[in-house]
């Protein structure tokens, strides 16, 4: 026997019982927003302080009560076996339980609708016939425009029934993609929850192709993380970094949605350009060397190279007496502070401190009575800051970058056996720079900067860090995020074949040591929910190329999707074959992604106004009205389009330094569509698409 779907069309309606839940829950939730806006706080609150802050809680539990019609309130019911939590007794009677985004409950204090992320509703996403967890029934639901109007049921006890993919999990993936991105929290996969709910102790590091719910899965495991552990994160803040802000747009909605609205998003270069302006580029062979580790260690030691020995004992003078340090003592507590490898400021810090114990102690043995009032006067005495500065300076992060960039004696003292001559010739600037304001910074040199303000002080860690296109990421980089999560964890999501900067990751293992979090686990997903099974076995024959040894995605689209390579005769009828493509394509449900090489934009862009075409760029959100967007192949990366037009794919791969490179962009751009890609070409295609072998 299959699983039953329900369509709502009979009297005798099933879905009647199940829409009258609906309404009372909707109604439950009306009564919740009324309390909570009902709340009178005159009488509780001892200040105005007070009053603002309860009131600004209060506000956002309206707002987070609010009955967004077209997000429905469940989507999914459990009927237990036996009553939760109690044992499995015979007769013993089993519950019901409405799983939705959030908590709803009636006026007794009863639940109506059950938080996805809460533990009873784990086995809506868990169980299987192979182990039900108490599990009798699990009913999925089916909305149209904000109305119930379907149902779908397993039951999870009966071995004649036999197991199928969900119709209502293949119309959720099949369903157009107009608009940014949208939760997934009705359809979470099994191997998706596994990652979305483990703990938030661990770090947890996703290898998946294109299309496999990378960026779902880690947002969802933010949304999971807030529930479970809301108090210590609200105290430590959650960060998700994305490659760019076009991407950080697209999926800026999906929190929202499920309720969690403080969650920050940033690029990697957001994160370290506060302290300087990044005006300057590098050339990428510059760029490999100022991202790969060992630049930590020539920072670390051209920091520490401030710190000189004493060879002058301090005189301090308080009134009519005099007390001498000798110059091996201060040696010594130098030394200490050196072993104890503490952050170069805080030693900086500690060692007048020390220098006026040494002073006290020596008053104390002359029998005075010095109090700590008397030693912060001592660590302030002119003799001892003098000392300090001749000893352990103050180090000012960016104006040591810029002295290792434009000093070469002091670049290869510090980089000897570290860097070749070649590799410090590579990145030192060629023309004087005067000022750390006038100099033309690039984007590794900021993060350059950043790892040499770690060296001063300790960069502060958030409790969460979600990484996605980690695969992008230097070295460096790594670092840098990995400070800011060193007592927190991290979700760190990526594809290795799809690694597009020349510094790109070759391993997960050492992208997470260079993290600081090599005891995360490494899971792999490989269904593909986006791409149609003829356009991923199209785009995987680069995978051997681009990274060999990495398994093609299985996609779970039924829809066989479709996939049109057209080759043009003469290279000047090019850009009306692209846009011909597009009009084509536009014919359909959905947004169309026109992808192009970067150097080929002006002239489709020009194209296609031509042809009376209006285009958004990537980030603008798509509307029923406007659903054709102009994509750079360099800014394709994370999003996708229910129609794909791909434009000269060899254009693609020149416009990047290598070969590989090129057929990396080339494998991203080739996964972004959804329902079909057409791919036109008037030059050749790179051979490794041509070929089946
Ligand atoms: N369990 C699911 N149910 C329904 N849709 C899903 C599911 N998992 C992923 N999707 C959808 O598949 C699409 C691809 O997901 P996502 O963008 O998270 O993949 P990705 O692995 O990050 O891809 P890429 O490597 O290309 O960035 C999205 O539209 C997402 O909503």
């Known amino acids: 026997m299959p699983a039953h779907v329900h369509e709502s069309d009979t009297t005798t309606d099933p879905l009647a019982h199940e829409r009258a839940h609906l309404a009372a829950s909707r109604a439950a939730l009306r009564a919740m927003r009324e309390d909570a806006q009902a709340l009178d706080i005159r009488d509780v609150t001892a200040n105005w302080v007070n009053a ?36 499995k007794a015979e007769g013993a009677e089993g519950e019901q339980f409405y799983i939705g985004r959030r908590h709803v409950h009636d006026a007794g204090g009863d639940p109506m609708v059950i938080d996805w992320r809460a533990p009873v509703s784990q086995p809506f996403y868990r169980a299987s016939r192979n182990d039900p967890l108490d599990v009798g029934q699990r009913r999925r639901f089916g909305y149209t425009g904000g109305e119930l109007t379907a149902y779908e049921d397993e039951h999870l006890t009966d071995q004649t ?44 590091c996703v290898q998946g192709g294109p299309g496999t719910g990378k960026t779902a899965v880690g947002l969802h495991r933010v ?158 005495n002119p003799a001892v800051k003098a000392a300090v500065k001749a000893v352990w300076p103050a180090v000012e992060p960016s104006k040591l970058v810029l002295r290792l960039l434009s000093d070469p004696e002091f670049l290869a003292a510090q980089a000897d056996g570290l860097l070749t001559e070649d590799e410090q010739k590579l990145i030192l600037w060629t023309k004087p720079v005067r000022s750390v304001k006038s100099a033309r910074w690039s984007a590794a040199d900021a993060v350059l900067i950043d790892e040499a303000m770690d060296l001063v002080a300790r960069t502060h860690s958030l409790g969460h860090v979600v990484i996605d296109e980690a695969q992008d990421l230097s070295p460096m980089q790594y670092r840098a995020v990995g400070r800011r999560c060193s007592t927190g964890s991290a979700t760190v999501l ?77 290279a000047d009828a090019l850009d009306a074959a692209v846009v011909a493509a ?76 290598d070969e590989r490179t090129g057929l990396r962009r080339l494998y991203v751009a080739l996964t972004r569509a959804v329902s079909g890609l057409i791919v036109v070409h008037a030059t050749p295609l790179p051979h490794q698409l041509r070929s089946t072998e």
């Open 161 to 204: 029934e036999t197991a199928q993919t969900s119709k209502l999990l293949q119309a959720e993936i099949e369903r157009p993609r107009v608009g940014p991105m949208r939760d997934i929290v009705a359809t979470i996969q099994p191997e998706q929850d596994e990652i979305v709910r483990s703990e938030l102790g661990g770090s947890v």
């Open 494 to 570: 990526g594809d290795l074949a799809q690694g597009t900067t020349p510094w790109s990751t070759q391993s997960w293992a050492q992208a997470l040591h260079h993290l600081g979090k090599s005891d995360a686990v490494v899971e792999e997903l490989t269904a593909g929910f986006r791409v149609p099974r003829e356009v991923i076995a199209y785009a995987s024959r680069l995978l051997p190329v681009i990274s060999p040894g990495l398994a093609a995605v299985e996609s779970v689209r039924e829809s066989p999707g479709s996939l049109s390579v057209r080759g043009v005769e003469a």
């Open 223 to 380: 949304a999971y993380l807030l529930y479970a552990h809301r108090e210590r994160l609200a105290r430590t803040g959650t960060l998700v970094i994305g490659p760019n802000r076009s991407f950080l747009h697209y999926i800026e909605q999906v929190l929202p949605a499920l309720g969690e609205l403080e969650v920050k998003q940033a690029t990697v270069d957001d994160l370290v350009t506060s302290h300087v302006e990044v005006r300057g580029t590098d050339e990428a062979r510059a760029a490999v060397v100022k991202g790969d580790a060992r630049m930590a260690e020539v920072l670390r030691r051209a920091i520490r190279s401030h710190v000189t020995p004493p060879t002058e004992p301090v005189m301090v003078v308080r009134g009519s007496r005099r007390w001498r340090v000798p110059a091996y003592e201060i040696e010594e507590m130098v030394n200490e502070l050196l072993a104890r490898d503490m952050r170069y400021g805080a030693a900086h810090e500690a060692l007048p401190q020390r220098i006026a114990h040494a002073v006290l102690v020596r008053m104390e043995e002359a029998g005075e009575a010095p109090d700590d009032r008397v030693q912060n006067a001592v660590a302030r």
């Open 52 to 87: 603002a802050v309860l009131q600004a809680q209060i506000t956002d539990r309206v707002k987070s009560l609010a009955d967004l019609t077209h997000t429905p309130l469940f989507f999914g019911r459990l009927d237990y076996l036996h009553v939760v939590g109690a044992e």
């Open 582 to 657: 597009c009009e084509e394509s536009l014919e359909q449900q959905g947004s169309t992604g026109l992808i192009a090489a970067d150097a080929r934009i002006p002239a489709l862009a020009a194209a296609l106004t031509a042809a009376g075409h209006s285009y958004l760029s990537p980030g603008q959100e798509t509307t029923a009205e406007s659903r054709l967007t102009l994509v750079p192949a360099s800014l394709a990366k994370g999003l996708e389009y229910d129609y794909v037009v791909l434009d000269e794919p060899a254009a693609v791969v020149d416009g990047e330094p």
